[in-house]
């Protein structure tokens, strides 16, 4: 399945309100649908915290990812977006290297539905030890589902 990018959107309100069809997926581990986040180092033992999972409790048959630059320094590093399954298998939806100036916004998808396949999560990856000048940057992210 190819990846499908859509659209740059401003920061601000228009990320902050789903369409009418669309509800914003919570965060594992959070309270609130929109996570802000600064990329911090790769570990060689242990966790980082480039991943964030968004939990996906109904059927949607798309999702969108959003995201906004919040550091007033530039940086490169690659965002990645994954549906997860819950028969443990996942699909690579977008791949990319950014460096995007503060305040600004990128939306992904939609992404349909895989047929025959029931997903759990939805995962941000944002973060590489192979961008070590991206330490430090800090950014907000959110999930729609939408039928």
Same mark, same amino acid.
């Given at each position: 399945m190819a990846a499908l990018t859509i659209g740059v959107m401003a920061a601000g309100p228009a990320l902050a309100q789903p369409a009418a069809n669309c509800t914003f997926l919570m965060p594992i581990g959070g309270s609130e649908p929109v996570v802000s986040k600064r990329i911090g180092r790769g570990r060689l033992l *242990?966790?980082?915290?480039?991943?964030?999972?968004?939990i996906v409790d109904?059927?949607? &048959?798309?999702?969108?990812?959003?995201?906004?630059?919040? &550091?007033?320094?530039?940086?490169?590093?690659?965002?990645? *977006?994954?549906?997860?399954?819950?028969?443990?298998?996942?699909?690579? %939806?977008?791949?990319e290297t950014m460096t995007p100036p503060q305040g600004t916004g990128r939306m992904w998808g939609p992404f349909a539905s895989v047929p025959g396949k029931r997903?759990? %999560?939805m995962n941000f990856r944002?973060? &590489?030890?192979?961008?070590? *000048?991206?330490? *430090?940057?800090?950014?907000?992210? &959110?999930?729609q589902g939408c039928n």
């Amino acid at each position: 399945m190819a990846a499908l990018t859509i659209g740059v959107m401003a920061a601000g309100p228009a990320l902050a309100q789903p369409a009418a069809n669309c509800t914003f997926l919570m965060p594992i581990g959070g309270s609130e649908p929109v996570v802000s986040k600064r990329i911090g180092r790769g570990r060689l033992l *242990g966790r980082n915290n480039w991943n964030t999972d968004f939990i996906v409790d109904q059927p949607f &048959s798309s999702y969108r990812f959003f995201f906004t630059a919040t &550091s007033t320094d530039q940086a490169s590093y690659p965002v990645q *977006g994954f549906m997860r399954f819950t028969d443990e298998t996942s699909l690579q %939806l977008f791949n990319e290297t950014m460096t995007p100036p503060q305040g600004t916004g990128r939306m992904w998808g939609p992404f349909a539905s895989v047929p025959g396949k029931r997903t759990s %999560l939805m995962n941000f990856r944002i973060g &590489s030890s192979s961008e070590p *000048g991206a330490l *430090g940057f800090s950014y907000r992210i &959110s999930v729609q589902g939408c039928n």
